[in-house]
């Protein structure tokens, strides 16, 4: 069995500045609080592009052990909350929501 995540893509916001102190201090704690069933939640900040400027700055990613578990959560009332919230702090856009399948396909580096 797959698990599944959510991934919320955020645009480039018009503050970096003020976008990180109100992820780091108040979105990613509500998103531990919040979000029952997650195994964990992976935060990439995105730092370029081959095309000068990237166009998302961060990509969050929340694991869940099943398309249940996710759904599930997303339809709790602290699901609604973090989903809410992290549109709200988005001041470059609305950020991107997908809900994704994740196969893991590990390498051994020594072969």
Do not use: W
């Not at 609604?80 to 856009?93: D, R």
Request: aromatic share 8%; hydrophobic share 40%.
């Amino acid at each position: 069995m797959s698990s599944a995540k959510l991934i919320v893509i955020y645009p480039r916001p018009k503050d970096l500045k003020a976008f990180d102190d109100v992820y780091q201090t108040q979105h990613v704690p509500l998103a531990v609080e919040k979000l029952n069933g997650k195994t964990k939640v992976v935060s990439t900040r995105v730092l370029g592009s081959p095309n000068d400027e990237a166009p998302f700055y961060v990509i969050a990613e929340v694991h869940f052990p099943s398309m249940q578990a996710l759904q599930d959560c997303a339809k709790s009332e602290g699901g609604k909350e973090t989903l809410a919230h992290a549109a709200a702090i988005s001041s470059g856009g609305n950020p991107i929501f997908l809900v994704a399948e994740e196969s893991v396909y590990n390498f051994d580096p020594l072969v």
